[in-house]
């Protein structure tokens, strides 16, 4: 199960921090990531994070947000600075597991989405 936390209203070129809490089972070996869907658009991918440690960022967001994990307490977070209101969406935590795991049928785990609003 993955819990977000952290969404809300900002002003253009204000912070927010997203935290996503993972329960359930050992996480350290799933790669993580963050993902927003804006009304009427399709998902996407914002930042990913492998259990190396290895980072992905979509281009629109590269020098605005970073993404970290902490693998002791089972969390990832979304550092997102500067922000835009494009950036306006449902942003999601999402944990894919390695493919031992998925032979084993572990599943990809979506959280429930937290509203990030950006407007003055």
């Known amino acids: 199960q993955l819990v977000e936390f952290g969404g809300g209203l900002v002003q253009p070129g204000g912070s927010l921090r997203l935290s996503c809490e993972a329960y359930g089972t050992d996480f350290s070996t799933y790669a993580m990531g963050w993902y927003r869907q804006a009304p009427g658009q399709q998902r996407e991918l914002v930042a990913s994070?492998?259990?190396?440690?290895?980072?992905n960022y979509a281009d629109g967001v590269k020098d605005r947000f970073t993404i970290s994990r902490d693998n002791a307490k089972n969390t990832v977070s979304l550092q997102m600075n500067s922000l835009k209101p494009e950036d306006t969406a449902v942003y999601y935590c999402?944990?894919?597991?390695?493919?031992?795991?998925?032979?084993?049928?572990?599943?990809?785990?979506w959280g429930q989405g937290t509203l990030v609003t950006v407007s003055s």
């Open positions: 999402n944990a894919d597991p390695p493919p031992n795991l998925k032979t084993w049928g572990y599943l990809e785990l």
């Open positions: 994070i492998t259990s190396g440690g290895s980072l």
